[in-house]
Nanobody, 122 residues
């Protein structure tokens, strides 16, 4: 079992930055890909970014490419999402997830955190 806890969300003005953290406990996350997803009110959960087990491969949704950066620290059992140039449309609850492969598919991830709210004001 892997337990995931997100932190770092908050309220920020458009153009600002936030860094989300995902702390894992339980089993090591070294063998897992990590993903970040987000869900706005009334919307489906959508893929934001993913990283493979070693950190050597990263993947991004087109809407965040060039603005967000995913990273991980396996010894610390943490994953991160650096979010720059934030826009009001980035407002959502952000979730981290762990799975076998770094895919864009919600159902392919086995473990999920409880989410952290990100609100970007215009």
């Amino acid at each position: 079992q892997v337990q995931l806890i997100e932190s770092g969300g908050g309220l920020v003005q458009a153009g600002g930055s936030l860094r989300l953290s995902c702390a894992a406990s339980g089993r090591t996350i070294t063998n897992y890909a990590m993903g970040w997803f987000r869900q706005a009110p009334g919307e489906e959960r959508e893929f934001v970014a993913a990283i493979n087990w070693s950190g050597g491969s990263t993947f991004y949704a087109d809407s965040v490419k060039g603005r967000f950066t995913i990273s991980r620290d396996n010894p610390e059992k943490k994953a991160y999402l650096q979010m720059n140039s934030l826009k009001p449309e980035d407002t959502a609850v952000y979730y981290c997830a762990a799975g076998v492969y770094p895919t864009t598919v919600v159902a392919s991830y086995d473990y999920w955190g409880q989410g952290t709210q990100v609100t970007v004001s215009s």
